[in-house]
């Protein structure tokens, strides 16, 4: 049933995953335990909450193509630093600590905040890292909220 469902879907629930898409997972997974663990719930209810749940993200993707539904359902990509330096309101609205985004430099073989041009909690949760060196490019700045704390300096003119 699954594997009908991925098909008649599409495989965009299991690839990069937005907030929504985790909940989905992660109920998915559970009515698919209780359907073959044999807990109280019969072969076609489960087939039934698993294709609901297929259509509800279907809805939710559907919505997120408008731009009222985008801000609806999708987070806006945060701003965490800044030419080196730490944006810490917006880390603390995003919920990133200090440590958490050391580790991420350090991951990203950053050896100290000068190499860095900016860093930017994506609303899929991932942070992107940019380096120093090549001018940035402002459209893809654009809708990243903080994004005028960068300095001007670090794009294309």
Known sequence: MFLVLVRIFGQ?????????????????????????????????????ALATLFVLRWVVERIGRSSWGRRLVTTQPVLLMADGAVQHDLLARSRVSVE??????????????????????????????????TPLDQTLYAGIIGADRIPSALFRS
């Open 100 to 133: 958490e985004l050391q580790g991420v430099l350090r991951s990203a073989g950053i050896r100290n905040t000068q190499e860095v041009a900016c860093v930017v909690l994506e609303s899929t949760g991932t942070v992107s890292v940019v380096r120093t060196g």
């Open 12 to 48: 965009r629930p299991l690839a990069r995953m937005s907030t929504s898409d985790v909940v989905v997972v992660l109920a998915l997974g559970s009515i698919a335990g209780r359907v073959v663990l044999g807990l109280s719930v019969t072969l076609t209810a489960g087939a039934i």
